[in-house]
């Protein structure tokens, strides 16, 4: 992904864009069609999925394990490329962790 300067004219549909937040994850969201918005929610219901599998199976000699779980979701910064490479590792620790756990 290449970077890309606009000009002042693109500061009013900035603006504009700002108000229609309501329609975010509604079919009428133009930009939760992108891959990345895809897979950003994929991500959300495995995590979803993972921390109640964790929290049933809770215990004092697994809760650091379930706290290094929790905490993997802020590990995932940017956009595009970077994004993509933070949820690799985030992945693999994930995997890691989860084994770890079971």
């Known amino acids: 992904m290449i970077k890309q300067e606009y000009g002042a004219w693109a500061l009013p549909a900035i603006k504009t864009l700002r108000h229609l937040k309501f329609l975010r994850g509604t079919a009428l969201d133009v930009f939760g069609k992108t891959e990345e918005r895809k897979m950003e929610r994929a991500l959300i219901e ?4 993972n921390i109640t599998t964790i929290v049933s199976q809770l215990s004092v000699s697994n809760h650091v394990q379930a706290v290094q779980f929790a905490r993997l979701p802020e590990h995932i910064r940017g956009f595009g490329h970077v994004k993509e490479k933070h949820m690799a590792k985030v992945k693999a620790q994930w995997a890691e962790l989860i084994a770890k756990f079971a």
């Open 46 to 49: 495995d995590y979803q999925r």
